[in-house]
């Protein structure tokens, strides 16, 4: 196989954003214009049943223009980079925003400001093609055909050009590259899983989460069926995230005002165990921080909650404004740690419990209701008994439902933060927890 | 001197394929154009104007498959493209255990055009703006709407797809939607309740036909209606599902295990894998016998009814489920062959044409039965309708399933009552479709579409529709949607 990738398609750079974007600003006829660029290059080898099943790569770039008359604003897009083109996308947006009703909510472009410089773009993980990704993907398949086990799973790579200018002068421009893996084993109806999301595709650890996923699974083997009810739990850190996640995306700001949040009033309150603190860590090796967002604000470190504490909300510009919120937090980088001595390893907190459930990961997580943020969804791909410190048996996959603000308003033990990443959910680090309730509502046949 | 045209551009991609020594290849060269307005709390919040021209090709060496796509449809990337195509292809046979094989289909040349009234995009913007202003305004006009939002979606699809077998499809497809929520807040608590026009490949016709402003009225009431019912008591009930609302349960609970990929395995890592296994097919009772649920993408107006999928296959009518017993699975020509069968059902399809093409849930629907709806009601001493879509959850083998609703009505003694809050039911896929007993006849059957059905790695989005007449399902188990279940 001779192509490496890397080199071509040559993405966006810099300078050349610089020139698109003044093709756009100085024929622009608005008070405001914004152009923003994405010009995203990714591949992925998806495998299954031990074998490639699909290996693709594909490159879009994308121009969108924002522009805005007196409040009057509208947006089109491109994805064709020609002079033409451009223009043509100006024009569009100019002429939405020409006919579009005044938007109460408009704000001007932020003002132009240095963005930190973040390193998003490894060299490494930029540089990787198939051929990188086949390697990994044989070596997670050669692992599980030596056990007589079925592989299943993804090595992909992305890069990504990311620009933003307006007509004040602000100007970003960022290259962010992440290697993804995840794996699922099969051996007869159990199964095992693991996944890491990477700004380093060196640091993907294949063949450790490999053999994770495998004696997940082997362990899955002999399974039992437990009746659905509450139980103490140890969730691990993907099943930590899944739910975490789902209170990250509840705390928007304006559904805060306006009553309709399950966080409604509760800003400057307890709302999880007093020891757990949430922060937004953009500079951690380990996380996917970026230097600017897509309004043109930049990447800070912040503090979301603090022992237990809600201390901020997700806030768009203009109920930040409204609100006196400056400068606005950002959350793509979470990092959630809990006060006092940790278990050593996930081992260590089963070696502790006399008996849970030990869940590897969550499935499907949709909201039920989002007054109290009761949530529902399914364990899989490994969920086992504890008792007296040993995994005893593996169970059949269980539907909860739960809400994560009752769930984590006791902990029993936890473990240092880890890297946690799923399929429905941003990277995050998170520890494993173990709590001393958590509601299953009904069993599955597997 | 004139850029070339498609056609240059695919014979250029097809070329090299053939020369490579692949056995198959195809090229989709698409331009996109979406308009999507978004009304949130009485204001405009978002218009948005997108154009997307890209083009994928797909290359089939020595039993193993390589796809490379890109943005810039130009003389010098069309070849590099299909030469990473080709190497990648190559990559991958050096790897293959099982050579895909392709079932054979007829070389096609056709075009496709989607039947419309109205051109979506050449109705004014302000009609539009204003259409959905009113909305929010008539919503707000019941007392105690917190919030409300509408909006207009409409997409067309200019496509080209060429294959080395010869087949050549030209498509000009259209589809539009348009939908408004109020949500409603009383003593601290909140609720939503929608409007959704479904999703359907037709002109602006559809949103004209929906009146939103009449519906906003009814929403707005409905919504408050809700917020002050009272919450379910958690029991055994009768249910009588709406069309609306079965769309998803058929989509969740019968589309998605009856694709043959994941039945195959191939979805493992992420969407998951299927109950309904090759050695059910055609002696696994799925439901009672008078559930027959069947594929059809030649339905006009429906989301999968694109004349031909993306291997080139014309779109076709199959049982999926019929007199209760599983027969039938959605695949492609790629998977055909592993159940026996010397055909792909034509349900192939990519979401753009960045992305390779994989086996997507067809437009199953549920066959009308014979009874009117009101007599399905008037035999259920304790029971609920529900309406509408609302929470739903699935687990990765389609087994246990959850779902809430939008509106939920208490029936008692053959008669719809009042309104309930917090409805949520759950079952096993086989036993609850067992427990079907009685469907409603065709002058009840609606259709509901779906653009956002989540699968594959990279993650794409599949448009289907789902029609159904009110089902009634027998005693299943419902309990309350909050915390104190």
């Given amino acids: ?446 | 001197m004139s850029s070339p045209t498609w056609d240059e551009f695919a014979e250029l991609a097809l070329k090299r394929i053939t020369a490579s020594g692949a056995e198959y290849g195809d090229i989709r060269i698409q331009d996109s154009s979406t308009e999507h307005i978004e009304g949130e709390d009485r204001r405009i919040a978002a218009i948005r104007d997108i154009k997307d021209v890209g083009f994928g090709v797909r290359v089939l060496y020595h039993g193993a498959w390589g796809f490379a796509a890109s943005s810039v449809l130009s003389l010098e990337d069309v070849p590099r493209v299909a030469n990473l195509a080709i190497e990648i292809a190559r990559g991958s046979a050096s790897v293959a255990l099982e050579k895909v094989r392709l079932v054979p289909e007829p070389v096609h040349r056709d075009r496709v055009i989607t039947p419309y009234r109205i051109d979506p995009f050449t109705i004014p913007l302000e009609k539009k703006t204003d259409l959905l202003l009113n909305t929010m305004e008539t919503l707000h006009r019941q007392s105690g709407i917190a919030r409300s939002s509408a909006s207009l979606w409409a997409r067309r699809d200019r496509k080209l797809f060429v294959s080395t077998e010869g087949s050549r499809v030209e498509f000009d497809l259209l589809a539009g939607q348009g939908d408004c929520t109020a949500t409603a807040l009383h003593e601290g608590r909140f609720a939503s309740r929608s409007f959704n026009t479904p999703h359907l490949r037709k002109g602006y016709e559809l949103i004209e036909e929906a009146d939103l402003l009449r519906e906003a009225s009814r929403v707005a009431a409905q919504a408050i209606e809700k917020v002050k019912a009272p919450a379910v008591d958690a029991g055994q009930y009768d249910l009588v599902l709406d069309p609306e609302h079965l769309s998803l349960t058929i989509h969740e609970s019968c589309g998605h295990p009856s694709e043959l990929d994941r039945a195959l395995g191939y979805e493992a890592n992420y969407a998951g894998t299927s109950f309904l296994t090759p050695e059910k097919l055609g002696n696994f009772r799925y439901g009672s016998p008078c559930v027959n649920l069947v594929a059809d993408n030649t339905e006009p107006e429906t989301m999968a009814a694109t004349g031909y999928d993306d291997d080139g296959v014309s779109c076709q009518q199959w049982d999926i489920v019929r007199n209760g017993v599983f027969v039938g699975y959605c695949t492609n020509r790629e998977v055909a062959s592993k159940i026996g069968e010397s055909r792909s059902r034509g349900s192939n399809r990519a979401d753009g044409w960045s992305s390779v093409p994989m086996v997507r849930i067809a437009n199953i629907g549920l066959e009308p039965g014979s009874a009117t709806v009101d007599e399905l009601i008037a035999d259920v001493k304790h029971g609920i309708y529900i309406e509408g879509h609302g929470s739903y959850s699935i687990d990765q083998r389609r087994y246990n399933f959850q779902f809430g609703g939008d509106a939920f009505w208490l029936i008692e003694h053959g008669r719809r009552t009042h309104m309930l809050r917090d409805v949520i039911y759950h079952g096993i896929t086989p036993e609850f479709w067992n427990s079907c007993d009685g469907v409603a006849d065709r002058t009840a059957r609606d259709r509901y579409g779906f653009i956002t059905c989540g699968k594959g790695q990279p993650g794409q989005s599949g448009w289907m529709t789902h029609a159904a007449s009110p089902a009634r399902f027998r005693q299943i188990h419902v309990i309350r949607g909050e915390g104190s279940a």
């Avoid at chain 1, 200018?165 to 992440?178: C, I, P, T, W």
Wanted: charged fraction near 20%; hydrophobic fraction near 40%.
């Fill in chain 1, 1 to 446: 196989m001779t192509v490496l990738s890397g080199t071509w398609p040559k993405l966006t750079s810099a300078e050349e954003f610089r020139f698109l974007s003044d093709l756009v600003l100085t024929r622009s006829s608005a008070d405001q214009t914004i152009v923003r660029l994405r010009d995203h290059h990714a591949g992925t080898t998806r495998f299954a049943n031990n074998q490639v099943i699909q290996n693709v790569d594909a490159r879009r770039g994308s121009l969108a223009v924002t522009v805005a008359f007196g409040g009057q604003q509208g947006t089109a897009s491109t994805t064709d980079f020609t002079a033409g083109a451009i223009q043509d996308a100006l024009a569009r947006a100019e002429r939405i925003a020409r006919v579009s009703p005044v938007d109460p909510e408009y704000l001007p472009p932020p003002d132009p400001c240095l963005f930190p410089e973040r390193a998003t773009a490894k060299p490494e993980t930029l540089a990787a093609g198939p051929v990188k990704r086949l390697e990994y993907a044989n070596e997670a398949i050669g692992h599980c055909r030596m056990e007589n086990f079925m592989a299943a799973g993804v090595v992909a790579t992305s890069r990504t050009a990311v620009g933003i200018a307006a007509s004040n002068g602000l100007f970003g421009y960022e290259v962010r590259g992440d290697a993804r893996f995840s794996l699922t084993v099969q051996t007869g109806d159990a199964t095992g899983w693991s996944a890491a999301a990477h700004r380093s595709i060196d640091h993907l650890k294949v063949q450790e989460r490999t053999l994770a996923a495998i004696a997940k699974a082997k362990r899955g083997r002999d399974v039992c069926e437990m009746p659905a009810g509450q139980y103490p739990v140890i969730l691990e850190p993907a099943a930590v995230a899944g739910l975490w996640a789902w209170v990250l995306w509840s705390l928007d700001a304006k559904s805060y005002t306006k009553g309709t949040s399950p966080f409604a009033g509760k800003l400057g309150q307890a709302i999880v165990d007093e020891r757990l603190t949430l922060k937004n860590h953009p500079d951690h090796a380990d996380l996917l921080g970026e230097g600017f967002t897509h309004d043109g604000l930049p990447s800070t470190a912040s503090l979301w909650i603090d022992h237990g504490i809600l201390k901020q909300l997700v806030y768009d510009r203009f109920t930040a404004k409204a609100d006196g919120i400056n400068p606005i937090p950002t959350l793509e980088a979470p990092a959630l740690s809990i006060a006092g001595a940790p278990a050593q390893s996930i081992q260590d907190l089963m070696k502790n419990t006399d008996r849970a459930i030990l869940v590897t990961n969550f499935w499907y997580i949709r909201p039920v209701n989002p007054q109290d943020l009761t949530l529902t969804g399914m364990t899989r791909d490994g969920t086992f008994l504890i008792e007296k410190g040993e995994i005893v048996s593996a169970v059949k996959n269980f539907r909860f439902h739960e809400s994560p603000i009752r769930a984590f308003r006791h902990l029993t033990a936890w473990t240092t933060p880890m890297e946690a990443v799923n399929s429905e959910t941003g990277k995050m680090l998170v520890p494993a927890l173990a709590l001393p309730h958590f509601r299953f509502s009904s069993v599955t046949r597997f």
